[in-house]
């Protein structure tokens, strides 16, 4: 069990560009999670996916966000013409589903700052 | 809907004190409650959970929360503070009534510890 990865750690971009952000969980989890942390305030969710299948997406998720996860194994969170409002730490987090409580494991996150 | 409120966005106590961080509750459903670690840039640790078994739950780095429900609380304790618990404290609920089982944070309880 190596954990949650996450790539890469830091990224810096101008205003406008695209920015993609993978997440790697842990093996056998099923369940995968994104997350959106800005400074002084708790994570809010952003997305869900069950092995393949995206099953939720939070309204914060407006459509310059786009996220995969094609296989069921790791994921993509995309970012289009990215805004100075999109700085923020982006966390993903998994889950092994089924019928117990599935805590989430986090990654160290992705620190994105939008110039 | 699921919510989380954590009283006081900063706490200093002196080394070897009492470490009390305040969370209360909301939830249509009997909730599953964690508490989260988050050290300077990096992602989250659980510290422990309450799956509504126990209603004392130990956790790592000797920390404990007592679930109340008459109270809706699920204050974090440790009895005696040490400078490595200086971080930020993060209480959560999860929306288990939901497919997602997402998490919904507080806003983070930032511990100072004294020498």
């Known amino acids: 069990d190596t954990g949650v990865s996450q790539d890469p750690r830091h990224k810096i971009t101008k205003r406008g560009q695209n920015v993609t952000f993978r997440c790697d969980p842990i093996?056998?989890?099923?369940?995968l999670y994104w997350y959106r942390q800005t400074l002084g305030q708790g994570p809010e969710f952003l997305t869900y996916f069950q092995n393949e299948a995206q099953l939720e997406k939070s309204r914060l998720l407006s459509d310059r966000f786009s996220a995969e996860r094609p296989k069921g194994s790791f994921s993509t969170l995309e970012i289009q013409r990215t805004e100075q409002g999109d700085s923020a730490m982006y966390l993903c987090?998994?889950?092994?589903?089924?019928?117990?409580?599935?805590?989430?494991?986090f990654g160290p996150g992705t620190r994105l700052t939008v110039t | 809907a699921q919510s989380v409120t954590q009283l006081g966005s900063h706490v200093s106590v002196s080394e070897g004190a009492l470490v009390l961080l305040r969370c209360n509750y909301s939830?249509?459903?009997?909730?599953?409650l964690f508490w989260y670690v988050q050290y300077p840039n990096q992602g989250l640790q659980l510290l422990l959970k309450?799956?509504?078994?126990?209603?004392l739950v130990k956790g790592i780095n000797g920390f404990e929360a007592e679930f109340k429900k008459s109270e809706t609380s699920f204050h974090l304790t440790k009895p005696s503070a040490h400078m490595s618990d200086a971080a930020e404290y993060f209480c959560?609920?999860?929306?288990?009534?939901?497919?997602?089982?997402?998490?919904?944070f507080g806003t983070g309880t930032l511990l100072a510890v004294q020498p």
């Open positions: 987090a998994s889950s092994l589903g089924g019928t117990g409580i599935g805590e989430q494991y």
């Open positions: 093996s056998e989890h099923n369940r």
């Open positions: 939830s249509s459903v009997p909730p599953y």
């Open positions: 959560a609920v999860s929306d288990h009534g939901g497919a997602t089982n997402k998490l919904i």
């Open positions: 309450y799956t509504s078994a126990a209603t």
